[in-house]
């Protein structure tokens, strides 16, 4: 499912336009970016909970020519899926 296709069945479900639909995908994507950046979480009790976790510098090796590199630090984002979703895939 694409972003086109996922504001369709949001708009579908819940009865908004196509436009506001749209609007609400992206106040929440803006919504969950701005709260990752300031290092929170976000927990939809039954759905996940995105949170942002930091990767530590490691040793890596260059797939091309063998040769060892150092891999950054950084922060990724996580999603933790919960109990509601996993039981709604999985049945």
């Known amino acids: 499912m694409n972003k086109n296709e996922l504001i369709e069945s949001i708009a579908e479900k819940s009865g908004l336009s196509k436009t506001e639909a749209g609007k609400a995908l992206a106040g929440f994507t803006e919504t ?4 990752l ?11 996940g909970t995105f949170s942002v976790s930091d990767r530590p ?4 090796r260059n797939p ?7 891999i ?6 996580k999603f933790k899926v919960g109990k509601g979703l996993d039981d709604a895939i999985n049945n």
């Open 72 to 77: 950054a630090a950084k922060r990724v984002a």
């Open 32 to 35: 969950v970016t701005e709260a």
């Open 64 to 70: 091309a020519t063998g040769e060892a590199m150092t």
């Open 57 to 60: 510098e490691r040793q890596g």
């Open 37 to 47: 950046k300031s290092n929170d979480s976000i927990a939809l009790v039954g759905f």
